[in-house]
């Protein structure tokens, strides 16, 4: 019940949010998720790619350029500048699609491998290939050469390998522990 000396608009019984209370603090989580979000994604942008990360997405824009041009390209890597190039070819003559600059801190190295009659050897049960290729290729209709890529130097020295119809990676069985 109001008196004559309450300068209250409400009873003290009603308490409370108004709507524009709500309203400004509504506000405030969404600047403060909206800053959170564009720090941690400045974040993750100026973190330098690993070589594996690189020539993922050089394997990438190899065949969408191939499918979208409706011409080979072939993907090359030149280890003085440590650098992949996508060369695409129309006609007769290739044209330099793209670049991606590598940096690797310290000794580095990227070697293509495909398997050719003569140049593999079964070492313990497993065939691997003894000959280098400088490029392998993308075809219009999605596919790619069946190659190998083999990384050394840095900490951890990987070979991936690359699914001639998909143009992925495939995933290997990791050998169990004894």
């Known amino acids: 019940m109001r008196t004559a000396g309450d300068s209250r608009p409400y009873p003290r019984s009603r308490r409370g949010f108004t709507l524009l209370e709500i309203l400004m603090a509504l506000a405030l989580i969404a600047l403060l998720a909206g800053v959170l979000v564009s720090g941690t994604t400045r974040l993750l942008q100026e973190r330098a790619q690993t070589p594996t990360e690189l020539l993922l997405k050089a394997i990438a824009d190899s065949r969408r350029l191939a499918v ?7 993907l090359g890597f030149n280890k003085d500048a440590r650098l992949f190039t996508l060369t695409s070819y129309k006609g007769a003559t290739g044209v330099v699609a793209a670049t991606y600059p590598v940096v690797a801190e ?52 990987e070979v991936i390998a690359i699914d001639p119809w998909t143009c992925a990676p495939i995933l290997e069985k990791k050998a169990a522990a004894l």
């Open 106 to 157: 310290g000794e580095f190295g990227l070697d293509f491998l495909v398997a050719r009659k003569g140049n593999s050897v079964l070492i313990g049960g497993v065939l691997v290939e003894t000959s280098t290729v400088p490029t392998v290729s993308f075809y219009a209709d999605g596919t790619c050469t069946a190659f190998r890529v083999q990384i050394t130097g840095g900490d951890n020295p």
């Open 68 to 74: 979208e041009e409706n011409c080979e390209v072939t």
